[in-house]
Nanobody
Framework: HVQLVESGGGSVEAGRSLKLSCTAS????????MGWYRQAPGKERELVSS???????TYADSVKGRFTVSLDISKNTLFLQMNALKTEDTAVYTC?????????????WGRGTQVTVS
């Protein structure tokens, strides 16, 4: 079965950087996107960023210009470079991958990694 394993979370001071990684096993990066969601305490989960194999990316307005998503298809790994971190970026970040049905749906999820910005 498909597994997504995140790494790279931690605690940092505001203004610093972190890079998250998500390695996918038994998942073929293809038509559907991979992405990063986050959920802060008391808030709804939000899509932070996504990327397709063709390089098409999306970003939440709150992270544009600060976060960069990328894919290493040869390693089946998704990255999220987070710069100029703010306290409001504190959340559990979860890797997600799409599955093609009639359309792509987010069907695979990692367990999440905590990012704390103080």
């Amino acid at each position: 079965h498909v597994q997504l394993v995140e790494s790279g979370g931690g605690s940092v001071e505001a203004g610093r950087s972190l890079k998250l990684s998500c390695t996918a096993s038994k998942y073929r990066i293809g038509t559907c996107a991979m992405g990063w969601y986050r959920q802060a305490p008391g808030k709804e989960r939000e899509l932070v960023s996504s990327i397709k194999a063709d390089g098409t990316t999306t970003y939440a307005d709150s992270v544009k210009g600060r976060f960069t998503v990328s894919l290493d298809i040869s390693k089946n790994t998704l990255f999220l470079q987070m710069n100029a971190l703010k306290t409001e970026d504190t959340a559990v970040y979860t890797c997600a991958a799409g599955k093609k049905l009639l359309v792509c749906v987010w069907d695979y999820w990692g367990r999440g990694t905590q990012v704390t910005v103080s």
